[in-house]
């Protein structure tokens, strides 16, 4: 189990950045596939992006690609969340995921992840 604490959000006019930070504990960082999901009030929480273990892959949904970027530090044990020229429809809350195993037909799937984080909210007014 890791537990998970998101930082980064806020309020920002369309076209703005943000860095979302996700600060893992423990010493087994490296060992998890870590992901960003979003949520807005009434729907389901809905992939963003995905990073496997040792970085060297990433998964993004169609709306955010050329706009968002996954990243990770397993040595800060901390993944980022890059996100420019950001729209009206990014707002959400967005959370942190992470599991031990990466799912390849699977990793869009947040029932599939076993520890989250209390999320952090980002609003893109227009």
């Known amino acids: 189990q890791v537990q998970l604490v998101e930082s980064g959000g806020g309020l920002v006019q369309a076209g703005g950045s943000l860095r979302l930070s996700c600060a893992a504990s423990?010493?087994?960082?490296?060992?998890?596939?870590m992901a960003w999901f979003r949520q807005v009030p009434g729907k389901e929480r809905d992939f963003v992006t995905a990073?496997?273990?040792?970085?060297?892959?990433?998964y993004y949904t169609d709306s955010v690609k050329g706009r968002f970027t996954i990243s990770r530090d397993n040595a800060k044990n901390i993944v980022y969340l890059q996100m420019n020229n950001l729209k009206p429809e990014d707002t959400a809350v967005y959370y942190c995921?992470?599991?031990?195993?990466?799912?390849?037909?699977?990793?869009?799937?947040?029932?599939?992840?076993?520890?989250w984080g209390q999320g952090t909210q980002v609003t893109v007014s227009s």
């Open positions: 990073i496997k273990r040792n970085g060297d892959s990433t």
């Open positions: 995921a992470a599991d031990s195993v990466f799912y390849p037909s699977g990793y869009r799937k947040a029932d599939l992840y076993d520890d």
């Open positions: 423990g010493r087994t960082f490296s060992r998890y596939a």
